[in-house]
């Protein structure tokens, strides 16, 4: 194909194949567990008015919708921010470090070989 004999465009293709994710699964976990009780929250807030606008509904300012539904959104945003700054360690970890540097975008294995040829 005409396309990936140029070269610029060769260089663009090989740096998309050697592009890693920000977040591991680990971190996509706790996300989904923070969306959740976000969610909940949210759920557990909603309702309690009336049908009526000239009657008062005092289930508005139940326990569930002032204390427990603000409660869970706020734990479900201290699992985001869990997730965001949770790193890895272990197995999920080593696959950065042994891949790429991302610094030089060199492989590990190159870097040090160009050290021991100098």
Same mark, same amino acid.
């Given at each position: 194909m005409k396309f990936?004999?140029e070269?610029?465009?060769?260089?663009?293709?090989a740096?998309k194949?050697q592009?890693?994710?920000?977040?591991r699964k680990a =971190?996509y #976990?706790w996300m989904?567990?923070?969306?959740?009780?976000?969610?909940? +929250? !949210?759920?557990?807030?909603? +309702?309690?008015?009336?049908?009526d606008? =000239?009657?008062?509904n005092p289930e508005?300012?139940?326990?569930?919708?002032?204390?427990?539904?603000p409660?869970?959104?706020?734990i479900?945003l +201290?699992f985001q921010i869990y997730?965001?700054l !949770? #790193?890895p360690k272990g197995?999920?970890a080593?696959?950065?470090?042994?891949?790429?540097?991302?610094?030089t975008?060199?492989? =590990?294995a190159?870097?040090? #070989? =160009?050290?021991?040829?100098?």
């Amino acid at each position: 194909m005409k396309f990936f004999n140029e070269p610029h465009l060769q260089e663009d293709h090989a740096t998309k194949e050697q592009q890693t994710f920000v977040f591991r699964k680990a =971190n996509y #976990k706790w996300m989904f567990v923070g969306i959740g009780f976000i969610v909940l +929250g !949210y759920l557990l807030m909603a +309702g309690g008015g009336s049908d009526d606008p =000239n009657v008062f509904n005092p289930e508005i300012y139940s326990w569930r919708r002032i204390r427990l539904a603000p409660a869970l959104v706020l734990i479900g945003l +201290g699992f985001q921010i869990y997730a965001i700054l !949770y #790193k890895p360690k272990g197995k999920e970890a080593g696959l950065e470090s042994e891949s790429m540097n991302t610094a030089t975008k060199i492989p =590990n294995a190159a870097k040090h #070989k =160009n050290r021991k040829q100098r």
